[in-house]
């Protein structure tokens, strides 16, 4: 079975600043790899997905994630933090065949200063 | 295009009792999921379902059941509640199998 690892529970940045979001996963093979991102009191919101087509993916908000296989990572990032950018964020992997039945780290609450 | 639709939007139960809950995918998606999110647990699948069948299955007892009717919507039942099944149940739909999901705001079930 797959599995996720976020670094970090929490990440706090500065308005501005560098915005990055750790996450390894399990699997040698590539699977469907996803970052969703959770505002409070609402769902999942698909920010980006990997399916093997190019190893940068470029998402929504001006969040991009860069495959990389030989360090099975999918780090979320983005050049420069807005306050808006505070919530949670998910990274996701497909356990199985097709983009189904995701495998979800525990989550990285980013927090935004001033 | 609306988004997927859960309902209700909260709900609060007593332990012993049993609960539906609802969802409406996006109009053209044939795909639908469910997640349990907890505090402890994190986002857990539940199960998913596919042309009124279910394809893949969380480990979850079987007092978590589901079905899909033929437009698509999918209901989620839970039998003899316990506290530990206080959550938000999120459902999620895509257009086939390879495709993203979208999610639901969820329902948030509060077992007292």
């Known amino acids: 079975a797959q599995s996720v690892t976020q670094l970090g529970s929490h990440v706090s940045v500065s308005e501005g600043a560098l915005v990055l979001l750790r996450c390894n996963y399990s699997?040698?093979?590539?699977?469907?790899l996803f970052w969703y991102v959770q505002y409070p009191n609402q769902g999942l919101q698909l920010l980006l997905k990997?399916?093997?087509?190019?190893?940068l993916v470029k998402g929504i908000n001006g969040f991009e994630a860069e495959f990389k296989k030989s360090e099975t990572s999918f780090h979320l990032t983005k050049p420069s933090a807005h306050m808006s950018d505070a919530a949670e964020y998910f990274c996701?992997?497909?356990?199985?065949?097709?983009?189904?039945?995701?495998?979800f780290g525990q989550g990285t609450r980013l927090t935004i200063n001033p | 295009k609306a988004g997927v639709t859960q309902t209700p939007r909260y709900l609060i139960k007593t332990r012993g009792q049993q609960v539906t809950l609802s969802c409406s995918p996006i109009?053209?998606?044939?795909?639908v999921s469910w997640y349990q999110q907890t505090p402890g647990q994190g986002l857990q699948f539940l199960f998913e379902?596919?042309?009124?069948?279910?394809?893949n299955k969380g480990n979850f007892p079987g007092r978590f059941s589901g079905r899909q009717f033929s437009n698509s919507r999918s209901e989620m039942n839970v039998s003899t509640l316990e506290l530990g099944d206080s959550a938000l149940y999120l459902c999620?739909?895509?257009?086939?199998?390879?495709?993203?999901?979208?999610f639901g705001d969820g329902t948030r079930l509060s077992i007292l």
């Open positions: 990997y399916t093997s087509a190019a190893t």
């Open positions: 999620a739909s895509s257009l086939d199998s390879y495709q993203p999901q979208h």
């Open positions: 699997s040698s093979v590539p699977p469907y």
């Open positions: 379902y596919f042309s009124e069948t279910q394809r």
């Open positions: 109009s053209g998606h044939r795909s």
């Open positions: 996701a992997v497909s356990d199985g065949q097709g983009a189904q039945k995701l495998v």
